[in-house]
């Protein structure tokens, strides 16, 4: 069992930057990722990497943008968003799947946080 916990979401403006923080409860070997979602849409996939960080996936929406990382020695990962946009308003959500990063990319990834809400001002 994994149980995750978000943090570091809020209001910026237009411009500013954020970063999320992910910390995992219990076994760390699993690939992490990040999606997002508005109310009345289905939530999409932002960023995801692999255990051993070596491998990283973004969403095309966000490439140059986010960053994702991850510390396994503090069983957390992060999401640094950078040059942030109204449309990336969004609850955030961190997950995590032993599978890989396809499974880690998609809805159906085995673990999910509670979210944290991101608000992006104009």
């Known amino acids: 069992q994994v149980q995750l916990v978000e943090s570091g979401g809020g209001l910026v403006q237009a411009g500013g930057s954020l970063r999320l923080s992910c910390a995992a409860a219990g076994r760390a070997f699993y690939t992490m990722g990040w999606f997002r979602q508005v109310p009345g849409k289905e939530r999409e996939f932002v960023a995801a990497?692999?255990?051993?960080?070596?491998?990283?996936k973004y969403a095309d929406f966000v490439k140059g943008r986010f960053t994702i990382s991850r510390d396994n020695a503090k069983n957390t990962v992060y999401l640094q968003m950078n040059s942030l946009k109204p449309e990336d308003t969004a609850a955030y959500y961190c997950?995590?799947?032993?599978?890989?990063?396809?499974?880690?990319?998609?809805?159906?990834?085995?673990?999910w946080g509670q979210g944290t809400q991101v608000t992006v001002s104009a």
């Open positions: 997950n995590a799947d032993s599978r890989g990063l396809l499974a880690v990319s998609s809805l159906s990834a085995a673990y």
């Open positions: 990497i692999s255990w051993g960080g070596g491998s990283t």
